[in-house]
């Protein structure tokens, strides 16, 4: 008999930093979704990576929530994939320990989130900050990803994942499975609305980013006031118009039409015309979603069911990785 073909894994993770963004969702959270019949998902709100930046308590505690009832809200299924937050599955701090002794700090020196981070935040450059790195190895090792979602800014952390692993590999053989960052075809690299150069961001000032939980009001605002250029001319041309292609590439993602056919049609209009379409087209995207969120926000019972369901499969899995570790690296069985 034939046996049937093992889907490869999965993982990927946001953090409850803010609200999810709309580059959250255009750039990630969309592609989650259609990659959950193909493979076996593990979606995780990474909220233990979150604290590397001073969090409010109580704002921590209402976003890790938040950005669950938002994953699903959108429409990722808990049957068919594995949502969870970090923090309930202890297996990553006690894996992150271990990774770490097998992992150099010129390693983690040269990667330029930490260097870009620790300017930005140079009154708390923490060792955690430092390290955030090796908690995201080991995040990927526990479950044997195959593939990692992410955007271009997390591609040196998977890296160095794999780094990590192939060394861990060749000290104790094939414990881990080498994962690989994943590109998903369809996928929009959403920028900011303020500083189009960079990536949208839920830490990011209020303007800049418009988030899944932004009114039609606060969206039309934003819109309107996105950086563009004194050309007046609308074209897809990132590197010498970043606002205006920011703005047509999120509309693209937004509704399916191709840049092409985008620029074409608002050939001879202007700035004010193709920022209140992609407004429109937003506030029309993000409002079934919303409603399905408030729904869910309401019902707080089966919002911790999930998440408790989440934690225990993941755990499951997390720890038979962890104690294969630990047996390997010479730990005595409890
Ligand atoms: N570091 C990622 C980010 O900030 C989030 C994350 C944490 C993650 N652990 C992960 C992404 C593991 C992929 C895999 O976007």
Known sequence: ????????????????????????????????????????????????????????????????????????????????????????????????????????????????????????????????????????????????????????????????CRDIAARFNSVYGNVFT???????????????????????????????????LDTPDAIRRKFRRAVTDSEARIAFDPANKPGVSNLLSILSALTDESLDSLVERFGGKGYGDLKSAVAEATVETLAPFQQEFNRLMADKAYLQSVCRTGAERAGRLAERTLSKCMKKIGFLAP
Request: hydrophobic fraction near 35%; proline fraction near 6%; charged fraction near 20%.
């Open 178 to 212: 080498l994962p690989e960052g994943y590109n998903p075809k369809v996928g929009a690299r959403v920028m900011s609305l303020q500083e189009p150069t960079r990536k949208m961001s839920k830490s990011d000032a209020e303007d800049s980013f418009i988030s899944m």
């Open 1 to 160: 008999m034939e046996q049937p073909v093992k889907k490869q894994r999965i993982l990927s993770g946001i953090q409850p930093s803010g609200t999810p963004t709309l580059g959250n969702y255009l750039g990630a959270i969309r592609n989650w979704k259609l990659l959950e019949d193909q493979y076996d998902c593990l979606y995780m709100v990474a909220d233990l990576h979150t604290i590397t930046v001073r969090q409010e308590p109580s704002l921590l505690r209402a976003r890790s929530l938040q950005t669950m009832a938002l994953l699903l809200a959108v429409g990722l299924d808990p049957e068919k994939s594995i949502l969870f937050l970090q923090s309930h599955v202890p297996q990553h701090s006690q894996m992150s320990w271990l990774l770490s002794c097998y992992t150099y700090m010129g390693e983690m020196s040269r990667m330029t989130q930490f260097k870009d981070k620790s300017r930005r935040h140079a009154e708390n450059v923490n060792c955690g900050l430092f390290t955030y790195p090796i908690l995201m190895a080991g995040d990927i090792l526990l479950y044997q990803a195959n593939l990692v979602p992410v955007g271009n800014d997390q591609t040196q952390h998977v890296e160095i």
